[in-house]
């Protein structure tokens, strides 16, 4: 982040830092969700902010809704933000633990007349509200007496109305051009239980009149948000001017992230969930921050891209593409190489005796030595991918495998093909060579041999199972067509399972969380929830090495 310019959020920090205000901001998940990747936009954003400038950043659940919030999608809400390498400040903060100083502050404004209980149906009260060209019409219970309106809000919050039957309204200006400020609703009535409070509250705030309230008791100083809170910007800023705040946020509206041939929305990702599309949260398609995980995709990948799209006030949609070049960028400089086999070819050495068996050395990264080396064993019996062969050398091009060929194998020795076994479908199920035992790391002396291809030994393979992911969608923009639903824009080859594949010996002990590349075929990494479920080795494709969606 530091090489680039800042951004108009940092230079308001830096501006303000420059009048000795402190910095202290806050991250506010709701908890009806796992995080996914335009979340990471806002953690970055305001997790780096406050690391860079030595500031502070909470981590506060906006926990208002009891309906659709759950302590499970707490827990993996923590352990995203530290997987991404981030500490918030303090102790964990909820919503909920200022429920009553919220419900106080409710009856604060009805002692100055500027909250109503309103008995109006939902219906009701949005017909009233009046549209962007009509302006609203005041409820009938808007005249209340204050007397009156504290024995309601009692009520409601005793139990003494039935859902929907009441709701708390501030009383500022039904006829205000900015639809969030006629009457906004501060209170309604839930009865169910919540995952903090329990069965203590039956009457829980808007998101309106909790938000700001909470930046205050936590004396944020910039509440940073998306631009589709620009309107209730003045809202915000109404209740602090008339309630007895202790401090003064600021609220600040930015561009959410949203990205190319994906879905950056809790609501439609759990659409998918829920109508089975894709597993769970943690589905490897998912651009959720524990779907990405755990494709492999590492945490330094997200945070460069991040950095890479900046922080801007115009809504527009980004490149998928830029996530995928982060990806490869990073994995490129951190992922040990290995062998891997997707679809086995049968090659035996015929100048290689049954048993005997050469040691090779191999390097786990080509271009840093500090990966060290591992052994591969050499022997009379190996595989080769089935599309590194063809009986015919097809093209000038061609570099791979053929009758009659020669080739390198990787990390081994260049290798002549000199017959074959076919299946009664004229297919090679089975190639003999002889390998030259002087081009161990050096090329023969008399001829060039250009081709290098990858190979695992049969005897000390395992055997692997490879889930090939794509992206989710087909379309580019798969939630923005009007009439059609965005599943039918799904890629029914987002997920491709090759079983019957092999691995070189060394992964057997493949580590969770570890992404190699295997060479020639991408990188993946271990599942390991997958591998113990199924009991085999299974491997998630976290992604190809190369663009394959480039036109
Ligand atoms: P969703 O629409 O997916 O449910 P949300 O905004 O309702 O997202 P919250 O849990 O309320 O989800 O979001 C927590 C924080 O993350 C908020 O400050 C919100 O502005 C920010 N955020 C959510 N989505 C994005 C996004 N696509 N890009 C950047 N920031 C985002
Ligand atoms: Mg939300």
Known sequence: MSEKSAHFLEQII???????????????????????????????????????????????????????????????????IKWLGYHWHDEIKYASNYFKQLYQWACYLIDQNLAYVDELSADQIRIKRGTLTEIGENSPFRQRSIADNKVCFEKMKSGGYAEGQAVLRAKIDMTHPNLNMRDPILYRIIYASHHQTLDEWCIYPSYDFAHGQEDAIEGITHSFCTLEFSDHRLLYDWFLDHLPVSSRPKQYEFAPLNLSYTLTSKRKLKQLIDEKYVTGWTDPRLPTLSGLRRRGVPPEAIKRFCSMIGVTKSDSVVDVSMLEFSIREVLNQEAPRAMAVMYPLKLTITNLDDGEKIQLKAPNHPQNDTFGTRNLCFTNTLYIDQADFKIEKPNKKWKRLYLGGEVRLRNSYVIHCHDMKLNENGEPIELFCTYDQNTLGKDPVDRKVKGVIHWVEADSACDATFYLYDRLFQNETPDMHANIPFTDFLNPKSLVIVAGSKVESSLKQALPGVVYQFEREGYFCLDETLSKQKKQLIFNRTIALKDTWVQ
């Open 14 to 80: 830096q501006k303000d830092l420059l009048k000795n205000q402190r910095l202290h901001l806050r991250f506010p998940p709701e908890p009806n969700g796992y995080l996914h990747i335009g979340h990471a936009k806002s953690i970055c954003l305001n997790f780096g902010l406050a690391e860079k400038y030595a500031g502070q950043c909470n981590l506060r659940f906006d926990d208002t809704n009891p309906l659709k919030e759950e302590q499970a999608y707490i827990e993996a809400i923590q352990s995203d």
